[in-house]
Structures are given as C-alpha cells and as structure tokens.
C-alpha cells in the first residue's frame, strides 16, 4: 500500500498515541518533583512520532528508513525509563499505567 501522507500511517499512529499515553503517566503527582526525568521521557516519547514523519517527508526510502531507526531508538529510550519507573518506589502505584 502507497501512502501520501505521514499521518496515514499506521506506525505514526501508533507512535503518537505512544506519546499521549506517555503525556497521561507524566501528568501524574508522582512526577511533580520529577522534572528531568519527566522532561526526557515526554521528549523521547514525542521524539518517535516526529521522526517517522521527518523521515516520511525527506522523500527518499532511505532516508525513511534512517529516521525510522531513529524512531525506534527513541522508542526503546521511553521503554528504557519505563523500566526504571517500575523499579523506583516512588512509582509503585503506577505500575498498572507504566
């Protein structure tokens, strides 16, 4: 299937839920006092999104591919905090939503 626009994507979706999903677990009161650390997984988890899109609108299948493997490394630096979330006691009663 041809796509024309980045936001038919369904990897772009995904993506940005990714990011509005991360933005809701940010929201939370644990996060208050947590400024960097909430900073750099809203960044990361924006970061996917945004690259799918650059890399779709650069025009070239490898430079697509390029940005996509960006992406996915941005993906794995949220998944990368979401794991040291679990393991910080202040977070426990978000291990459900993390």
Same mark, same amino acid.
């Given at each position: 299937?041809?796509?024309?626009?980045?936001?038919?994507?369904?990897?772009? &979706?995904?993506? +940005?839920?990714?990011? %509005? =999903?991360?933005?809701?677990? @940010?929201?939370?009161? *644990?996060?208050?006092?947590?400024?960097?650390?909430?900073? *750099?997984?809203?960044?990361?988890? %924006? @970061? %996917?999104?945004? &690259?799918?899109?650059?890399?779709?609108? =650069?025009?070239? /299948? *490898?430079?697509?591919? /390029?940005? +996509?493997?960006?992406?996915?490394?941005?993906?794995?630096? %949220?998944?990368?905090?979401?794991?040291?979330?679990? =393991? +910080?006691?202040?977070?426990?009663?978000?291990?459900?939503?993390?």
């Amino acid at each position: 299937m041809k796509y024309n626009r980045f936001e038919d994507l369904p990897v772009w &979706n995904a993506a +940005l839920e990714l990011a %509005v =999903r991360t933005y809701a677990l @940010s929201g939370k009161a *644990q996060f208050r006092n947590q400024h960097s650390l909430r900073d *750099q997984i809203e960044r990361a988890a %924006v @970061s %996917v999104s945004n &690259n799918i899109a650059e890399g779709f609108e =650069r025009g070239t /299948t *490898q430079e697509l591919l /390029t940005f +996509l493997c960006i992406a996915r490394g941005s993906a794995s630096e %949220v998944r990368s905090m979401l794991c040291l979330l679990e =393991r +910080l006691l202040g977070f426990a009663d978000l291990k459900s939503e993390i």
